[in-house]
């Protein structure tokens, strides 16, 4: 049961436009957003989070958005830059789970000149 | 400060051997992950440790996977004895808090553990 899906495994944008990964869950139960962002042979890197009495955060060039209703968050990334390139993972916790992260499946960003 | 740090970074075993992992978190990180990340899946968590007792360890396969941190500072994985499908990348994370906390569990994840069993 993939409670956190990224549909898209791949994405390829140009230098300088806007990036947006997308994410959609099913648990209801969710309250904390992360953006994990990977490179080859390293571990996940925190990105970006948001918690759900929100519906946007925004730090630099990266803003995510929350949708609760449609059980849906985005990454936008503006301007995308070619050492954005990598494997960006959505993960979500609950505060009665632990919080413990459950991620999705990852989309592997390329910024192309 | 000084990152999560594991090892081995590479390890080849052949099937039915065992294997260990180590990993020291983050001086004064109470919270320590171990997730498993299969090629092409996302990192699934197999157990958290909160100091030195057990949060979580609902998938962690208990007949052939064992972790333990004692004095709630570093921690070892050992898979024993291994299967093909245990190939795949060991993550390990630390956090400063866990539980009840809403927004403050971000971990900090290690560069990972890469095990191929033949």
């Known amino acids: 049961d993939q409670q956190v899906k990224q549909n898209s495994p791949s994405l390829s944008v140009q230098e300088g436009r806007i990036s947006i990964l997308n994410c959609d869950y099913t648990?209801?139960?969710?309250?904390?957003f992360l953006w994990y962002k990977k490179y080859p042979a390293e571990g996940p890197t925190f990105l970006i989070s948001?918690?759900?009495?929100?519906d946007k955060n925004e730090d630099g060039r990266f803003t995510v958005f929350l949708n609760k209703s449609a059980k849906h968050l985005s990454l936008h990334i503006v301007p995308s830059q070619p050492g954005d390139s990598a494997v960006y993972f959505c993960?979500?916790?609950?505060?009665?789970?632990?919080?413990?992260?459950?991620f999705g499946t990852g989309t592997q960003l390329k910024v192309e000149l | 400060e000084a990152g999560v740090a594991q090892s081995p970074r590479y390890k080849i075993i052949e099937k039915r051997q065992s294997v260990a992992f180590w990993c020291n978190p983050i001086?004064?990180?109470?919270?320590l992950y171990w997730y498993q990340q299969i090629l092409g899946q996302g990192p699934k968590l197999l157990i958290q440790?909160?100091?030195?007792?057990?949060?979580?360890d609902s998938q962690l396969p208990k007949d052939r996977f064992s972790a333990e941190r004692l004095k709630g500072v570093d921690s070892t994985l050992k898979i024993q004895p291994a299967k093909l499908e245990d190939s795949a990348v060991y993550l390990c994370?630390?956090?400063?808090?866990?539980?009840?906390?809403?927004?403050?569990?971000?971990?900090?994840f290690g560069a990972g553990s890469r095990l191929t069993v033949l």
């Open positions: 994370a630390s956090s400063l808090v866990g539980g009840r906390l809403a927004g403050a569990n971000v971990l900090t």
């Open positions: 648990n209801s139960m969710f309250d904390y």
């Open positions: 948001i918690s759900s009495i929100k």
């Open positions: 993960a979500a916790s609950h505060t009665g789970g632990g919080n413990k992260l459950t």
């Open positions: 001086s004064g990180h109470a919270t």
């Open positions: 440790f909160q100091n030195n007792g057990v949060v979580d």
